[in-house]
């Protein structure tokens, strides 16, 4: 959808209200959008989805991972260096940062733990995105505007290092976000669900 904006000198919209903010309803979902996991070896695994499965690498961080794709979309997976290999989050595309918004403050009615991270906008992906927990306290991303890759000759990896390779504006990532808190529990295969 279209959506018209005003700013510094520019009226695109006059006499009525932004559309996005007479939208009610439940959000939903366009699709999954991306997954992210931790590795034990990102190098393997970089290998097996790039050689194995066709995907092509889009950014990387220095040390740390890479941003992979199978689509048009920036990236599918994010691969991480981890102590040992599990799902991080899911990432879930909807039209447009009101949606994410709106989606985001939908969950966290009557919920306020499940706010993780965000409001924000990566670097990487350029997308706008709202990290919560589910009800099962999985990591679960709301995002939209996401780079969209049609020609590999006229996109060039980067590789960011820092916090380039995490947001370009928005609040600093909370620390159970870098590391999550079931990660020693997972370690030792002592995690119970529920």
Same mark, same amino acid.
């Given at each position: ?56 690498? #889009? ?11 199978? #689509? ?53 992906? #350029? ?68």
């Amino acid at each position: 959808r279209a959506e018209t904006y005003n700013g510094p000198g520019r009226v695109e919209r006059a006499g009525a209200r932004a559309p996005g903010v007479l939208r009610s309803g439940p959000v939903r979902p366009r699709r999954l959008g991306h997954v992210v996991m931790g590795s034990t070896d990102v190098d393997a695994t970089r290998r097996f989805l790039t050689a194995g499965l066709g995907f092509k690498v #889009s950014d990387e961080i220095k040390g740390e991972g890479a941003f992979l794709r199978c #689509s048009t979309d920036h990236h599918n997976v994010l691969v991480l260096r981890a102590p040992v290999a599990f799902l991080h989050h899911t990432s879930w595309q909807v039209d447009d940062i009101d949606e994410v918004g709106r989606g985001a403050s939908a969950m966290l009615d009557g919920h306020p733990e499940r706010h993780v991270w965000g409001l924000g906008r990566h670097h990487a992906g #350029s997308n706008f995105f709202w990290y919560l927990k589910d009800p099962a306290g999985n990591f679960s991303e709301y995002f939209s505007d996401m780079d969209s890759i049609l020609d590999d000759q006229l996109w060039t990896p980067e590789t960011f290092t820092g916090a380039q390779g995490l947001f370009n504006w928005g609040p600093p990532p909370p620390p159970s976000f870098l590391r999550p808190d079931d990660l020693a529990e997972l370690m030792t295969g002592s995690h119970q669900p529920g």
